[in-house]
Nanobody, 123 residues
Framework: QVQLVESGGGLVQPGGSLRLSCAASGSISSFNAMGWYRQAPGKQRELVATITSGGSINYADSVKGRFTMSRDNAKNTVYLQMLSLKPEDTAVYYC?????????????????WGQGTQVTVSS
């Protein structure tokens, strides 16, 4: 079981910045991938950014050039630096861990989620 604790959300004006943190209970270098997702009111949860165990990072088109995901293996923490925030970035942001295990030749996928942190961009 993996436990995730997000922090860093809050209220910020348009054009402002925030940095989210996600601390994991296990060694993040052992996870197949970690990601940030967000869910706005009345909308489905959507991917914001992911990082694989090999360090490859992918971003949603809507945040490319504004958001940067990074990780600190020593602290078992991933970060999401958000710049030039827009009102449409308002959402609850969730941290995700994806783990793949192989047992008796069969693949098992597990997803773990944090409790979420609210980001509100408003003047």
């Amino acid at each position: 079981q993996v436990q995730l604790v997000e922090s860093g959300g809050g209220l910020v004006q348009p054009g402002g910045s925030l940095r989210l943190s996600c601390a994991a209970s296990g060694s993040i270098s052992s996870f197949n991938a970690m990601g940030w997702y967000r869910q706005a009111p009345g909308k489905q949860r959507e991917l914001v950014a992911t990082i694989t165990s090999g360090g490859s990072i992918n971003y949603a088109d809507s945040v490319k050039g504004r958001f940067t995901m990074s990780r600190d293996n020593a602290k078992n923490t991933v970060y999401l630096q958000m710049l030039s925030l827009k009102p449409e970035d308002t959402a609850v942001y969730y941290c995700n861990v994806h783990v793949i295990t192989i047992r008796l030749g069969k693949r098992y996928d597990y997803d773990y989620w944090g409790q979420g942190t609210q980001v509100t961009v408003s003047s």
